[in-house]
């Protein structure tokens, strides 16, 4: 069979050995980590429950640009390395954290984001249970460190225009820990297609446009935790039902209704002959997760 040439008569063989990979500038690739958990708060009292919060973690930049800002974990990615080989390389040299599962997130492209050059992101997230890592910073980073996190819809406005309306938004992302606090403000637009423009208004101690990275992450976040086993990411083997729903309330932000969260999962745990033992608390009864729940058993 004879082999299909292209308008100057080559073949793909051919093409190949002539081709030019000057001929267009390449941007560089980066991936950057968005690594979340729920972690317990300081508790007042051995008789209260103890609180909870969203924490993502977050490295001191040891260098310019935005040198001693806060930023994701992230780095370059490699000519011979894959993404997702790239995101568990950097994650583990700029964290210490090695192999854990992340999911692709948004691929970030504005021209320009970062002052060095044209830089392509793609951003991956996780889940994590934090109490199974233990946090390092690497060689070119000053510190790492868990940050409080949280998500409050500041403005919304719906405006109609010809054949629909156009929806903005302005979030606003606080993250803090025992040192210091950032924050970053959001604005989000849809239009009558669907898509979402988000734009950074302002930005207060972190580096490059990881502010919009924060604030899409936990949108969704708190939609997949609908639909997912995503929670139990964060759980240990045996859990009380109390527990597993202050996680998604913490993740949702707001709280839930026991009784219709209870309907929501019973499908997703597994009910043990096992009680909590915790001095000052009324033993509850512990679950495990029900490992044949993604395939609707």
Do not use: C
Request: aromatic fraction near 10%; avoid cysteine; charge should be negative.
């Amino acid at each position: 069979m004879e082999e299909t040439k292209n308008k100057q008569g080559l073949t793909e063989e051919e093409f190949l050995k002539k081709y030019n990979d000057d001929i267009y500038k390449k941007p560089s690739f980066t991936v950057d980590m968005l690594i979340f958990t729920v972690m317990d708060k300081e508790k007042e009292n051995y008789r209260k429950l103890p609180e909870k919060a969203l924490k993502v973690l977050l490295v001191k930049r040891g260098d310019h640009p935005y040198i001693g800002k806060w930023a994701l974990p992230g780095g370059f990615v490699g000519i011979e390395e894959s993404l997702d080989e790239a995101a568990l390389r950097v994650l583990e040299a700029e964290t210490g954290i090695e192999d854990i599962y992340m999911e692709q997130l948004y691929t970030w492209g504005e021209v320009s984001r970062d002052p060095r050059t044209r830089v392509v992101s793609s951003s991956y997230m996780a889940l994590v249970d934090s109490k199974s890592l233990n946090i390092t910073a690497g060689e070119d980073e000053t510190d790492a460190s868990w940050f409080n996190v949280s998500y409050d819809i500041l403005e919304e406005k719906k405006t109609s225009v010809e054949n629909g309306y156009i929806y903005e938004q302005l979030v606003e992302i606080k993250l803090w820990n025992e040192v210091d606090t950032l924050s970053a403000k959001i604005k989000t637009t849809e239009n009558l297609e669907g898509k979402i423009k988000r734009e950074l208004i302002e930005n207060e101690g972190l580096a490059f446009d990881h502010g919009k990275f924060i604030e899409y992450a936990i949108e969704r976040l708190r939609n997949k935790i609908e639909y997912t086993s995503l929670a139990f990411n964060l759980m240990p083997e045996l859990f009380t039902l109390t527990e597993l729903q202050r996680v998604y309330e913490i993740i949702q932000g707001k709280e839930l209704l026991a009784a219709a969260f209870r309907r929501k999962i019973t499908n997703m745990v597994v009910e043990t002959n096992e009680y909590t033992k915790d001095a000052g608390h009324r033993p509850s009864k512990l679950f495990r997760y029900n490992s044949g729940w993604k395939r609707g058993i």
